[in-house]
């Protein structure tokens, strides 16, 4: 036990289920104001339950304290420096949650006629526009809930283009940086993964490239600054090289944030992007969605987009234009989920974009590339350079990746120390142990909002934490110490899972 | 500087003299020339924020939501009253912004309502294991299916009742051109699955047999009866469900189901013209290392604190990459934490007289609308909370009509299921009154009594 526990480590975790006491309640229910038959009336006795489900009686103002309390157990971006890598913790505004929660946003139910239900299209149709604009590809689906899900998406659109071409191709090429989603995703379309290697320069490793690229090949999937935070200088190559063998190029847009306004994935040449709305387009995380991630693809991908398809329909009478859901799509792959999307992102999303505009969207990404390089500048003086030195050394673009291996050899820290010493410090650490290419990695991408404050901050804190270790290594290998609960068996929690609540 | 970053002159030229570049300009250098845009992209000039609210609040004020309509749409997607305590724990920033709990450390509180999630949604299903939430319904029953496969020994196919929600089938169909599947569609007899059917389309390679209680047109399945000749075969038996029923309906748990799952918007999310919301899902024991999506698990800390972590990481794709169990990353925990939030407030009495409430006021809508002449059911098997009628005059012209008079009648039938072209589905939550469905009532008299005489609306 540490000698100096914290009031919120002595207070034990207890949940809902652990507060409730027979008789207590929070809902009170509008009156029923019709007749009242019992219900073996109405459902035959063997479909209706026997004892309801053991949700917890608890007060409201006991709800509002237990999860408030709950609050207070994370860590959030509104309270610290986020650096996590790929993941883009930019500010979220607030002004974006006002407006998603409109009535004629919140309450405007997904089936409604879409002649009544116009802002909503219109809204969706340029946010289209927009992302058709940003990615330099002319055609946008909105519907996939996620990037995974715009990975699938893509993968499937990339299946009913080659097959329309009487094709049946098996595998898809992937960098072995790529996100984890990538070979998942691959595998759920029915495809086998292929991986290419990194040259030394941390771009796709051409010659590997040429070796594996034949007509076997359905797509290339590739995020380009790739998760390296590297700009793939060869892409007009690679992108040729796919092309000329008939395959897709897919874009991972996980790294959009880069290069809004500066680069567009539809003049590297590629087919097929996701845009992760809740990373580049400011929707909250949520600790874990919700998200969105619209597909933005070329002409020849278009006949195969997901149903239905927002439109908009000149009316030729002159008065204005309508907007409606195509779902008369031969060619389309279907539906991907149920109604229209994540309307609820989008309007967030698209606040975000008008409040930026376009000198707006391309200073966050200059910013964003302007704070990462700085803070890759800053880890590469004094310890840091020495014992986590920066894994290729280039400028980078919105994100750079360290290797804590020295610090592992020469202070037995390992990477998981170092990022649980940050915790105790009041930074949330950067992504570790990805890409698995880099020995002990941490990945780090401050974003935009990030002040030169922050940044500087942060890099004093590694210098500290080094200077600790060299001295002191268990400190950090024993880390943290002042966080609501200090490191956790995840082994046990895997061996002998504890998935809910026992009651009763 | 612009709207979100704060960089002043003076800050950039000390970065990019630490950086040892002249400007950020130079730092984009590693993009070839041509392929930097070189031009400002053609989007309008960023708005201030009160633009931005006002541009906002015009589209908005351009759908009819249901604050400003009657609502009698469902298929999926319930018009409840949200509680405001959902609203004010959701929008605070431990909460909303976040990102995945990977460093558990510092995320016990969003672990920790994960675990009470899936400790709700295991009651409410009868089913012992819970995920964190998936994306949406539709979406999970093709995740199911995907399992089913994992786990189905090499059968490729799947049966699939007519009552499932058409978005649900036609996900499914999606994803199963990608992991190379059958389908097979079963009909509907009088509201319900025909079981006969249902058990002659089962054979030795069916994977899971799907169903849905109620189903899309209201009914509620005999779940148990439906999934023996599955069960028979060695399929599983995957059920989708409203969970607003569950506080009354024999849950699928109890009836078999090897997997539940369904759309979890009716649980503390709102409509927003159909999302965010979540899906969630719970299956047995055995399916645990086999499930999607995250799971929370409890455990203890180094000096032996209880505390909770991602639990069976070893399933999904950051770790297990082209062999995870599925590839979902990003997917709806706040919703997760609105569905949380919202089942403790109603409790487990509220929860129960809730769905009681749904059953009663359904079967008086159902008595009061099929007493209107030209509406009649289009089917007279138990129903929970959402009513098939067959009207006698073409629905697109009534729902009009209806309009016209700030109601919003419900969801055509004829879109998706050609076989119910007059059919009209109307659902019914604990905001819709006696009054307001005994002003429906007289509106669709009159809808209906207008179409049929030729009136001109």
């Avoid at chain 1, 408030?68 to 883009?88: A, E, H, K, Q, V």
């Avoid at chain 2, 006969?196 to 009914?219: C, I, M, R, Y």
């Amino acid at each position: 036990m540490a000698l100096t526990e914290t009031p919120m480590q002595r207070e034990r975790a207890t949940t809902i289920y652990e507060r409730s006491k027979p008789g207590r309640r929070a809902a009170v229910l509008p009156p029923a104001e019709v007749p009242e038959p019992p219900l073996e009336e109405l459902i035959p006795a063997k479909l209706l339950r026997s004892e309801p489900p053991a949700l917890p009686e608890v007060a409201e103002p006991e709800i509002v304290r237990h999860y408030n309390r709950l609050s207070r157990r994370n860590f959030d971006l509104d309270s610290g420096f986020y650096p996590l890598g790929s993941c883009t913790m930019k500010h979220n505004p607030r002004l974006n949650e006002r407006v998603a929660a409109l009535p004629g946003h919140a309450r405007l139910h997904p089936a409604q006629d879409p002649g009544r239900a116009q802002g909503a299209l219109e809204l969706m149709w340029l946010l289209q526009e927009s992302l058709a604009e940003i990615c330099g590809l002319p055609h946008v689906s909105l519907q996939p809930s996620a990037g995974s899900h715009g990975e699938l998406a893509g993968l499937l659109l990339t299946r009913a283009f080659h097959a329309d071409r009487g094709e049946t191709r098996t595998k898809v090429l992937a960098p072995d940086t790529s996100h984890g989603t990538n070979p998942a995703s691959v595998t759920m379309a029915g495809y086998e993964i292929v991986k290419v290697a990194t040259d030394e320069r941390g771009g796709v490793e051409m010659d590997d490239l040429r070796a594996k690229v034949d007509d076997e090949v359905a797509c290339l999937m590739l995020t380009n600054p790739n998760t390296l935070g590297l700009f793939d200088e060869n892409i007009a190559e690679i992108a040729a090289l796919i092309h000329e063998a008939g395959g897709t190029l897919y874009y991972d847009g996980a790294n959009l944030n880069a290069v809004m306004g500066k680069s567009r994935p539809g003049d590297m040449g590629f087919d097929i992007v996701h845009v992760n709305l809740h990373k580049s387009f400011s929707q909250p995380h949520g600790g874990g969605g919700p998200g969105a991630g619209p597909i933005a693809v070329s002409e020849r991908i278009e006949p195969f987009l997901p149903r239905p398809q927002v439109v908009r329909r000149e009316s030729g009478n002159g008065s204005g234009p309508s907007f409606d859901l195509d779902l008369d799509r031969p060619k389309s792959i279907g539906r991907l989920r149920g109604f229209q999307g994540n309307f609820g992102v989008f309007v967030r999303s698209y606040a975000y974009i008008l409040s930026l505009g376009a000198d707006g969207l391309a200073e966050a990404s200059e910013t964003a590339v302007l704070n990462a390089n700085y803070l890759k500048a800053r880890l590469a003086e004094g310890r840091a350079g020495e014992r986590v030195p920066v894994a290729f050394d280039r400028h980078c673009m919105h994100e750079f990746v360290l290797s804590g291996k020295p610090m592992k050899k020469q202070l037995g820290v390992a990477t998981l120390d170092l990022a649980k010493r940050l915790l105790d410090f009041g930074f949330h650490p950067p992504t570790v142990y990805f890409p698995l290419l880099v020995d002990e990695a941490l990945m780090v991408e401050p974003t935009e909002t990030e002040t030169k404050e922050s940044l500087d901050a942060f890099a004093d804190a590694v210098e500290q934490i080094l200077a600790e270790a060299e001295s002191d290594p268990e400190k950090a290998k024993q880390a943290p110490y002042t966080t609501p609960v200090r490191r956790l068996d995840e082994v046990k929690a895997t061996r002998k899972p504890v998935v809910r609540q026992p009651l009763g | 500087m612009s709207r979100y970053t704060s960089a002043t002159v003076a800050d950039r030229e000390q970065m990019l003299a630490a950086i040892g570049v002249d400007s950020v300009e130079d730092l984009f250098e590693q993009i070839p020339e041509p392929l930097r845009l070189g031009r400002p992209l053609a989007l309008p000039d960023g708005m201030s924020e009160a633009e931005v609210y006002e541009r906002l609040a015009e589209l908005a004020g351009r759908n009819a939501d249901a604050e400003e309509q009657v609502c009698f749409l469902g298929a999926g997607m319930y018009d409840h009253y949200v509680p405001a305590i959902v609203d004010a724990i959701t929008q605070r920033s431990e909460f909303l912004t976040p990102y995945t709990p990977y460093q558990p450390e510092i995320s016990q509180g969003g672990l920790q309502a994960m675990f009470e999630f899936q400790t709700a949604m295991s009651e409410l299903t009868a089913l012992p294991v819970s995920n964190a939430g998936l994306y949406e319904g539709p979406s999970s029953v093709a995740s199911a299916a995907y399992l089913a496969l994992a786990t189905g020994k090499g059968r490729r196919r799947f049966v699939v009742s007519r009552g499932v929600h058409p978005h649900s089938r036609e996900t499914l169909a999606t994803y199963s051109v990608g992991y190379g599947a059958e389908i097979e569609e079963v009909g509907i007899e009088g509201g319900l699955t025909d079981a006969g059917a249902l058990a002659e389309a089962v054979d030795g390679e069916t994977a899971a047999v799907f169903l849905q209680s109620p189903n899309f047109l209201g009914a509620v399945e005999d779940v148990e009866a439906l999934g023996a000749a599955g069960k028979e075969h060695g399929a599983l038996l995957v059920v989708a469900v409203d969970p607003m029923t569950l506080g009354v309906l024999r849950p699928p748990g109890e009836q078999g189901a090897d997997i539940a799952l369904g759309e979890g918007q009716p649980l503390g999310n709102r409509l927003d013209f159909g999302g965010p919301s979540f899906g969630f899902f719970c299956g047995t024991e055995t399916l645990m290392r086999k499930m999607p999506g995250r799971i929370a698990g409890e455990t203890d800390d180094a000096d032996g604190r209880r505390g909770f972590v991602l639990a069976l990481q070893t399933r999904e794709q950051h770790i297990r990459r082209e062999k995870a169990t599925h590839n979902i990353c990003t997917a709806q925990a706040l919703n997760a934490l609105a569905a949380t939030i919202h089942l403790a407030w109603l409790g487990r009495d509220g929860f129960r007289e809730l769905g009681e409430l749904l059953l009663r006021r359904g079967a008086y809508a159902r008595e009061r609308l099929a007493a209107v002449p030209g509406v009649e059911l289009l089917h007279e098997a138990p129903i929970a909370r959402e009513l098939a009628l067959s009207l006698d005059a073409p629905v697109g012209p009534v729902l009009e009509r209806c309009a016209d008079r700030g109601i919003a009648a419900g969801y055509p039938l004829g879109r998706e299921y050609p076989e119910y072209e007059d059919g009209l589905l109307v659902a019914i939550t604990e905001r819709r009154t006696r009054s307001q469905i005994d002003d429906f009532a007289e509106a669709l008299g009159a809808a209906v009594a207008a179409e049929r005489q030729g009136v001109a609306a």
